[in-house]
T-cell receptor
Framework: EPEVTQTPSHQVTQMGQEVILRCVPI?????FYWYRQILGQKVEFLVS????????KSEIFDDQFSVERPDGSNFTLKIRSTKLEDSAMYFC??????????????FGSGTRLTVV | KQEVTQIPAALSVPEGENLVLNCSFT??????LQWFRQDPGKGLTSLLL?????REQTSGRLNASLDKSSGRSTLYIAASQPGDSATYLC???????????FGSGTKLNVKP
């Protein structure tokens, strides 16, 4: 079964450093997403991406965040200057269409980001 | 803004029991609803997707129902097994938005 792959599984970074979280979506999917889950809280939407541009973003997704599809397979989330409150599990997801029919969204296994 | 609530927050049952997990949402203008399973420290595994026009979906021992007008969904697990122990998340996709709103989850423990 096709998977969304995320690397690294765990990253520790110092406050103020830049981090890049990487994702390889399912190959024939067209829509890509980032969500995050702060420990003990709900999974929350960050951004959706289609046709090489952001289609929607939440109020959390401020100027310190950016997304990119640098090549035909990778989808990245960059956090420019990390803060302690950015510590969370970050999930990448993809879907075949804006309105997924059969399988919905497929999520990756997540990257646990710890900012110290 | 859509609010998604899951009850109970935690549930412990003996192996073999049938159980129901509940999800409610405040805005009935949804496109679909998806149930996920999350193991500790792990990602989200899709279980069932219900389109707004559907009433239920089944996969093996799992059955999810949707009552859109009343803002409710249930996930029924038949003949529970210790391997079913995990957190179950309900997520709602509103009309006109390509994103999910998640509930806080129900943490299920199935005792051998």
């Amino acid at each position: 079964e096709p998977e969304v792959t995320q690397t690294p599984s765990h990253q520790v970074t110092q406050m103020g450093q830049e981090v890049i979280l990487r994702c390889v979506p399912i190959s024939n999917h067209l829509y890509f997403y980032w969500y995050r889950q702060i420990l003990g809280q709900k999974v929350e939407f960050l951004v959706s991406f289609y046709n090489n541009e952001i289609s929607e973003k939440s109020e959390i997704f401020d100027d310190q965040f950016s997304v990119e599809r640098p090549d035909g397979s990778n989808f990245t989330l960059k956090i420019r200057s990390t803060k302690l409150e950015d510590s969370a599990m970050y999930f990448c997801a993809s879907s075949e269409d804006r309105v997924p029919t059969n399988y919905g969204y497929t999520f990756g296994s997540g990257t646990r980001l710890t900012v110290v | 803004k859509q609010e998604v609530t899951q009850i109970p927050a935690a549930l412990s049952v003996p192996e073999g029991e049938n159980l129901v997990l509940n999800c409610s949402f405040t805005d009935s203008a949804i496109y679909n609803l998806q149930w996920f399973r999350q193991d500790p420290g792990k990602g989200l595994t899709s279980l069932l997707l219900i389109q707004s026009s559907q009433r239920e979906q089944t996969s093996g021992r799992l059955n999810a129902s949707l009552d859109k007008s009343s803002g409710r969904s249930t996930l029924y697990i038949a003949a529970s097994q210790p391997g079913d122990s995990a957190t179950y998340l309900c997520a709602v996709r509103p009309d006109n938005f390509n994103k999910f709103y998640f509930g806080s989850g129900t943490k299920l423990n199935v005792k051998p």
